[in-house]
Nanobody
């Protein structure tokens, strides 16, 4: 199972940005999908997550201005962030929990390589 994240970049405060993550591989089913971020000098934190049934969860810092969505047919998860602030600057990582067939459908966590989002004027 491999994850490819993309969509980061340099934006100004108040702008919107969408980061996306595509999951590829064979013989797995995706359960949990989420986006995390790590700012310089800070711990990694959950930004938003979405279950296989579509239930979403957001960090308080972003919940009123972000939307997480998933496309199960394409094995992708997107995070739309609006009204970006300087404190949103971080490397954003996608994480999935996949049920892997060759491990007896055991749940395994996989992480993407991260995409940098910089919010600055």
């Amino acid at each position: 199972v491999q994850l490819q994240a993309f969509g980061g970049g340099l934006v100004q405060p108040g702008d919107s940005l969408r980061v996306s993550c595509a999951v590829s591989g064979n013989c797995f089913r995706i359960d949990y999908m989420g986006w995390y971020r790590q700012a310089l000098g800070k711990q990694c934190e959950l930004v938003a997550s979405i279950s296989s049934g579509g239930r979403s969860n957001y960090a308080d810092a972003v919940k009123d201005r972000s939307i997480i969505s998933r496309d199960n047919a394409k094995s992708t998860v997107d995070l739309q962030m609006n009204s970006l602030k300087a404190e949103d600057t971080a490397v954003y990582y996608c994480k999935v929990t996949a049920l892997v067939q060759w491990l007896g459908w055991a749940p395994i966590d996989y992480w993407g390589q991260g995409t940098l989002v910089t919010v600055s004027s």
